[in-house]
């Protein structure tokens, strides 16, 4: 079974706005951060946000920032990505993780112990 589900993609008109939802689903498991990657076809998975629930920090790739807002809930494993100014380069697969370690790198995959099956974000026209 899958442990986390994301959800929210669609289409969306370069400059609009996306909100992404990723959420636990069966297992139970306490994480200390959770985080969105994306990955575009024939690329490596590449980071886009995260969130360290012990100290509320959040973490952004360059290519987000500014125009992306990470969330979540520490205690139901949830987190949400919001994305404004959306550019057709946006469009790609998105994927939510939970890293289970305190000392979790979160913007490296191998940070991150559970993912999820990932979802088609944004499709920006």
């Known amino acids: 079974q899958v442990p986390l589900v994301e959800s929210g993609g669609g289409l969306v008109q370069a400059g609009g706005s996306l909100r992404l939802s990723c959420a636990a689903s069966g297992r139970t498991f306490s994480s200390y951060g959770m985080g969105w990657f994306r990955q575009a076809p024939g690329k490596e998975r590449e980071f886009v946000a995260a969130i360290r629930w012990s100290v509320g920090s959040t973490y952004y790739a360059d290519a987000v920032k500014g125009r992306s807002t990470i969330s979540g809930e520490g205690p139901r494993n949830a987190v949400y990505l919001q994305l404004i100014f959306l550019k057709p380069r946006d469009t790609t697969v998105f994927y939510c993780?939970?890293?289970?370690?305190?000392?979790?790198?979160?913007?490296?995959?191998?940070?991150?112990?559970?993912w999820g099956q990932g979802t088609q974000g944004p499709v920006v026209s």
């Open positions: 993780a939970a890293g289970l370690q305190a000392s979790s790198v979160l913007d490296f995959p191998a940070g991150y112990a559970l």
